[in-house]
């Protein structure tokens, strides 16, 4: 079974804070996704990565950036936290042989 | 890019009845995935069909990829069917990774 884990399914964080989102795999997936989900907006793209080091830009990747050091690990980070980005962040994981992806359980951010 | 079109976007149904859950799309496509988001919002994986018919217990679905739609069916349902059901795709022009688009989804109440 896939396993993709997120490090906090619930983040409070204060307005101009930095923040890291982890999310990690443990199926050797090279691609990785980040998305966010709001009411009435649904899920869109922010950034993903398909390889260690590489990341593109999605629909929305404005006030975030991510980071890859490590195949299984991909991170989206918050450089200075706005309240219009809190948020459900949800991680995902692609199999390459099927473009099958598998969703982590996702965080829920607010900032404030 | 690609649009996805979910219909109905609310169903509410009696314990027991059988439901149809519509999914368009406008262009040719090499993933359709179906998602269940729990309340907790996961996304769980139900269906990878780009194509043809697959069956899981009571839901199955069918993608007919030559007229860009694919169909979730729920029978005898169960309250725990109730959730946010999402179509998501990835189109054919996409070269390498990419994300997925999502419809709006469908949101079923089932009540005892």
């Known amino acids: 079974d896939v396993k993709v884990t997120q490090s906090s399914r619930y983040l409070v964080k204060r307005t101009g804070e930095k923040v890291f989102l982890e999310c990690v795999q443990d199926m050797d997936h090279e691609n990785m996704f980040w998305y966010r989900q709001d009411p009435g907006l649904g899920l869109r793209l922010i950034y993903f990565s398909y390889d260690v080091k590489m990341k593109e830009k999605g629909d929305i990747p404005e006030g975030y950036s991510v980071s890859r050091e490590k195949k299984e690990r991909f991170s989206l980070i918050l450089e200075s936290a706005s309240t219009n980005q809190t948020s459900m962040y949800l991680c995902?994981?692609?199999?390459?042989?099927?473009?099958?992806?598998?969703f982590g359980p996702g965080t829920r951010l607010t900032v404030t | 890019g690609i649009q996805v079109e979910q219909s109905p976007p609310d169903l509410i149904l009696q314990e027991g009845a059988n439901s149809t859950l519509r999914c368009n799309f406008s262009?040719?496509?090499?993933?359709l995935q179906w998602f269940h988001q729990n309340p907790w919002g996961q996304l769980i994986n139900l269906f990878y069909i780009p194509s043809g018919t697959k069956q899981n217990g009571r839901l199955s679905a069918t993608t007919v990829a030559t007229e860009r739609y694919s169909l979730l069916y729920i029978s005898s349902s169960q309250t725990t069917d109730s959730g946010v059901y999402f179509c998501a795709v990835a189109g054919i022009e996409r070269g390498g990774a990419d994300g997925l688009t999502f419809g709006k989804g469908t949101h079923l109440i089932i009540q005892p």
């Open positions: 262009d040719s496509v090499n993933n």
């Open positions: 995902a994981t692609e199999d390459l042989s099927a473009y099958e992806q598998y």
